[in-house]
């Protein structure tokens, strides 16, 4: 390579570091600072006004807006209005039912639990109202009230014991 080759091939890399640079930096006339040739410039412009004008103030209503506050205070803020959704959310529910993950334990994971529990309930013996029940569920609601088998022949034990 000869030395105006590597002449030119420098300028060329050094245009494109530029270009780059020019590109990255952005179009600077879009500034709404008076400042627009300079972004340190611009960026210092922008400082003063900051410096000069805003004042923080923690101490003025949650609809102030013609002051900045810290961010301890807009920590704060964000903090309260967390714990006032949540609340609305939960409704006051107890520690162990306020997220959604404690109630998905708490119905046992179910997602059918409406329907399970709504099942469970039918399967049980009522004591208010005739029921219907299939054989195997009569025997089984009787072994499990003690009585047993509800068409047992007590006849058969009663001949048996007195022969």
């Known amino acids: 390579m000869t030395t105006v080759q590597r002449i030119i091939a420098l300028a060329s890399a050094i245009g494109a570091d530029i270009k780059t640079l020019t590109t990255k930096q952005g179009d600077l006339t879009a500034l709404s600072t008076t400042t627009k040739s300079n972004l340190v410039a611009a960026i210092n412009e922008i ?3 900051i410096g000069s004008s805003t004042v923080i103030n923690d101490t003025l ?3 102030a ?13 964000i903090e ?7 609340n609305e959310l939960t409704g006051g529910a107890a520690a162990a039912f306020d997220t959604l ?11 059918n639990f409406a329907s399970t529990i709504a099942m469970a309930l039918s399967q049980k013996i009522r004591f208010d ?23 047992y022949n ?10």
């Open 154 to 163: 007590f006849v058969t034990d009663y001949n048996t014991a007195k022969a």
């Open 61 to 63: 209503g949650d609809g």
């Open 101 to 111: 993950s404690e109630l998905q334990a708490a119905l046992g994971n179910d997602a």
């Open 129 to 151: 109202a005739a029921q219907a029940l299939s054989g195997a569920e009569k025997l089984q609601a009787c072994n499990n009230l003690g009585i047993g088998d509800p068409d």
């Open 47 to 49: 400082f003063a006004a």
């Open 80 to 86: 309260t209005a967390k714990i006032a959704i949540k």
């Open 65 to 77: 807006t013609t002051s900045t506050w810290s961010a301890n205070k807009i920590y704060d803020t």
